[in-house]
Structures are given as structure tokens and as C-alpha cells.
């Protein structure tokens, strides 16, 4: 062991603290060895580095670990509002809408046959229809059906109250601030 | 049993949407991140503050958490900043916590610090009266380095401060710690 070696408490920490290269802590274990006195300083080095490891932590006030998550589930409720989520619990409102628009597209449609002046059927002479029977469909017939007027509108309709469906819900994402 | 559940169990938990997964790493790290806060900006109702704001941005950052440091360094790193951003909203001329910039503040004798700890006869009331002396960054340091015991390259992923800083940071804190035990503590201490 050199003659000029000082054992600094810097030095003595750093040895404390684990901080100090392989060769630089065989340097101090053997100039303590050579000068027992100095072991009281390290001796009082580790006793304050046990004080400082021994420090008890700070606790927080009782329902600290509550208030966190309530504060993170109130984070979370918007966006969970945000994602496109079927109400199922409002869905008797546009059913009842969609019946509602129906109604009022359909029903004047169904009466209006019934109101229609007498005069317009056209008489044709027996003469003139024709004795035998070809078999054809009678497309005429069937486009001025009321079941197939019915069913276009309420196609028409259904599909109506389901772009308002989807409307209500783009708007109701809205208002929640997404 | 919760508390044999490992940090990433509960993350992975936590990530799925389970609830109790993220009350489970509250209620695991609340006195840490706690005590850290409260050793920083030196006020328990502010610390409060800070460590709910620093678990709330956590949980929002999850998701990047890729696991390449332990989760408490992450969550450390998170309370630190909060804490730093926290003081300088107190005091917006604050652009650092250098300890010149910051000298040590000692309790003056007979001061209502000094004489409460005075009459304290427990060594650990001692050392953190003395603590609550020391700056916010040699604080943490001695808080992190001591009390948790974590390595100087954690604290420098904590504290964004080189291998060489983190160290110096480290010898002056206690150098100054130290001052103020023997000034003001020292009968405590003995």
C-alpha cells in the first residue's frame, strides 16, 4: 500500500455505496486491514447509510388508492360513451317511429284504390278477347299490385328510419365530446 | 393472493381492462410514489396532487410501457416529472433544479422545524426533517437511491441525468444531507 493513500469519506462512501472498481476496493480493505483505527469511519458510514435505507415511507392519506381510480374511471366513461355501442334499451323508440312513419306512407296507398271513381274500369266487347289462352304472366297486374307498392314502401321506409338510426347515433357521439 | 402477482401480470391485466389489475398497482406503489412526491414538492396535500396525476398519466401511457425497464423505474420516471412540472407551475422562473441554483436550506435555531424535531427522540423523524431540507432533486436522489434502493442507472432513466451527473448529484446530496443532520439533528442521531 502506497505511503500517499488518503481514505476520504468521499472515498469510503463511494466504498459504502458499492460505487468503487474491484481494484479500487481491495485498495481500501487493505488500508484498513493495515489501519484498524480508520474502520470506525466506515463503521459510521454504514451505520447512517443503514439509517437512510431504514427510513420509513410516507402514507398517504386513507382512500388515496380510491380517489386514483375514481378519477380513472371518470378518465374512462367518455370514451367509453364515444365507442359505437348498440342501445339496445332505446330500441322500441325507433321501431315505434319506423311503424309510426309506415303507417302514414302506407296507409293513404291502401285506401286510395277504394276511393277511385267507378268510371275509370274499362269495359272491353267479348268480341274482342281473344278464345284461347296463352300463358303468360301478367306483368301489368303485378306492378300495379298493392303488395308490391306495399312492400317498395316499406322498403323505402325501413330504410329511412335506419339512416335516422344512424344519424341519432353520430349525433348522440357527439354531444358526449367525441 | 395479490401480492404474489407479478408488476406484469397486472399490466397485462390492467391493458385487457381489468380493473382491479390497475387498484392492485395503486395499492403496490401508492407509498412509493408517495413518499417520492412528497419528498419533492414538500407538501402532503400538493404530493397527493402530484402522485394521482402522476398514476392517471401511467395508466394512460400503459399501453407504451414495453417492459425494457421495471415497471416502478417507469412509474418513478413519471412522479419525478409530474413533480418537476408541478414546481415549475408553482414557480415559473424555476428552469432547473441545480443545487447552486437551489442552496440548501437550513432551519435557523429555535426555528418551529428545529425545535419539533428537536423534541422528537426517533432517528428516522430526524433524517427526514433533515430531508425535507434538501432541495427537490437531491431529495429524490437520496430517496431514490437509499430508501429505494435503486441503482445509479435506474435513477438515470429516472432522472434523464448522465452515469457521471447522477453520481456527483448523489455525493453532494448526501454531503448536504449530512450538514444538516450534524447542525440541526445531531442529538437525535447519536
Redesign the interface.
Known amino acids: 500500500m502506497e505511503n500517499n493513500f488518503l481514505l476520504t469519506d468521499d472515498i469510503l462512501w463511494d466504498y459504502a455505496d458499492g460505487f468503487l472498481a474491484r481494484d479500487e476496493k481491495l485498495r481500501v480493505d487493505t488500508y484498513l486491514r493495515q489501519h484498524p483505527e480508520q474502520q470506525a469511519r466506515l463503521d459510521a458510514i454504514m451505520s447512517e447509510k443503514r439509517a437512510f435505507t431504514a427510513m420509513p415511507l410516507e402514507k398517504p392519506n386513507t382512500g388515496f388508492a380510491q380517489n386514483v381510480m375514481a378519477a380513472w374511471a371518470a378518465e374512462q366513461t367518455p370514451s367509453k360513451a364515444a365507442a359505437p355501442v348498440k342501445t339496445k334499451g332505446h330500441d322500441w323508440i325507433l321501431w315505434a317511429i319506423s311503424v309510426a312513419f309506415g303507417l302514414m306512407i302506407v296507409v293513404p296507398f291502401m285506401l286510395a284504390p277504394s276511393a277511385a271513381p267507378s268510371e275509370l274500369s274499362l269495359q272491353i266487347p267479348e268480341e274482342y278477347i281473344p278464345q284461347f289462352q296463352v300463358p303468360t304472366f301478367d306483368w301489368a297486374s303485378f306492378f300495379s299490385s298493392a303488395l308490391l307498392r306495399n312492400t317498395v314502401l316499406l322498403t323505402m321506409a325501413f330504410m329511412g328510419l335506419k339512416l335516422l338510426d344512424k344519424y341519432l347515433q353520430v349525433r348522440n357521439m357527439r354531444l358526449s365530446g367525441h | 393472493m395479490s401480492a404474489a402477482i407479478s408488476d406484469e401480470t397486472l399490466i397485462q391485466q390492467a391493458l385487457g381492462g381489468r380493473?382491479t389489475a390497475?387498484?392492485a398497482l395503486?395499492?403496490r406503489y401508492?407509498?412509493?410514489a408517495?413518499?417520492l412526491a412528497?419528498r419533492m414538492v414538500k407538501n402532503?396535500e400538493d404530493?397527493?396532487e402530484v402522485?394521482?396525476d402522476a398514476?392517471?398519466r401511467a395508466?394512460?401511457y400503459l399501453p407504451d410501457f414495453r417492459g425494457e425497464a421495471k415497471f416502478s423505474t417507469w412509474l418513478y420516471k413519471i412522479v419525478y416529472s409530474t413533480s418537476l412540472n408541478f414546481l415549475r407551475k408553482q414557480n415559473p422562473d424555476i428552469q432547473s433544479l441545480d443545487d447552486e441554483k437551489h442552496p440548501v436550506r437550513v432551519a435557523d435555531e429555535g426555528s418551529p422545524d428545529a425545535s419539533h424535531a428537536m423534541e422528537q427522540n426517533d432517528?428516522?423523524v430526524a433524517?427526514?426533517s433533515a430531508?425535507a431540507h434538501l432541495s427537490s432533486d437531491d431529495a429524490a436522489i437520496?430517496t431514490l437511491?437509499?430508501?429505494y434502493?435503486h441503482s445509479?442507472d435506474e435513477i438515470c432513466q429516472i432522472t434523464n441525468l448522465t452515469l457521471t451527473n447522477a453520481?456527483t448529484k448523489?455525493?453532494r446530496a448526501?454531503q448536504r444531507l449530512?450538514a444538516i443532520v450534524e447542525s440541526k439533528f445531531a442529538t437525535e442521531?447519536v
Open positions: 380493473q390497475f387498484a395503486v395499492n401508492e407509498r412509493y408517495f413518499t412528497l402532503r404530493a397527493h402522485a394521482q398514476f392517471l395508466f394512460r432517528r428516522n433524517l427526514q430531508i437520496i437511491f437509499y430508501l434502493e445509479l453520481k448523489l455525493c448526501r449530512k442521531l
